[in-house]
Antibody, heavy 120, light 106 residues
């Protein structure tokens, strides 16, 4: 059974870069489009973007200038970087996998989420 | 961007009730609509995909319908574990967007 686990610093200073990793266990990272989604405290869900082992990426335009995603097949991991963070980037960050290969956005497998706070 | 509007924002119901959530898209999205349930402190859980397909392991009391711009999620007989927040999500465009959520309360 495929499981996802986010990891990374829980506290990031303003103007710095937020870096998170999602480790895929129980299955291969190949052939899926892997997404990141975030949820500010007490608010709704915001899709950040997806990445693929083919190096295809698709980012939410609202974050596109600050976001980079990549896949490391050797480690079965994918990553998220958000640069120049502000308090508005404080959120629980989830990694997620869609329901089947070649599809993008009905997410049936999620990580547990990791809280990232932007504060000095 | 395709805007997803859920109504109501909160809903009070009792165990055994039939409950319906509504989600409206700002433009036609075919059947590219998914529903999630989220409980406090937990990741969302996929209930329905492609508007009406029940995700494996989800109880049959959940059902989805709709096409184009208007969609509904129905719980036929509310159970205690169903009190949660429900989100719709469109995957018609390459910018996936979620509704703001409907909180189901007792």
């Amino acid at each position: 059974q495929v499981q996802l686990q986010e990891s990374g610093p829980g506290l990031v200073k303003p103007s710095e870069t937020l870096s998170l990793t999602c480790t895929v266990s129980g299955g291969s990272i190949r052939s899926f489009y892997w997404s990141w989604i975030r949820q500010p405290p007490g608010k709704g869900l915001e899709w950040i973007g997806y990445t693929h082992t083919s190096e295809t990426t698709n980012y939410n335009p609202s974050l596109k200038s600050r976001v980079t995603m990549s896949v490391d097949t050797s480690k079965n991991q994918f990553s998220l970087k958000v640069s120049s963070v502000t308090a508005a980037d404080t959120a629980v960050y989830y990694c997620a996998r869609p329901i089947s290969m070649g599809t993008f956005g009905a997410f049936d497998i999620w990580g547990q989420g990791t809280m990232v706070t932007v504060s000095s | 961007d395709i805007q997803m509007t859920q109504s109501p924002s909160s809903l009070s119901a009792s165990v055994g009730d039939r409950v319906t959530f509504t989600c409206r898209a700002s433009q036609r999205i075919s059947n590219s609509l998914n529903w999630y349930q989220q409980k406090p402190g937990k990741a969302p859980n996929l209930l329905i995909y492609a508007a009406s397909n029940l995700q494996g392991g989800v109880p049959s009391r959940f059902s989805g319908s709709g096409f184009g711009t208007d969609f509904t999620l129905t719980i036929s007989s509310l159970q205690p574990e169903d009190f949660a927040t429900y989100y719709c999500q469109q995957t018609y465009s390459t910018l996936f967007t979620f509704g703001q959520g409907t909180k189901l309360e007792t």
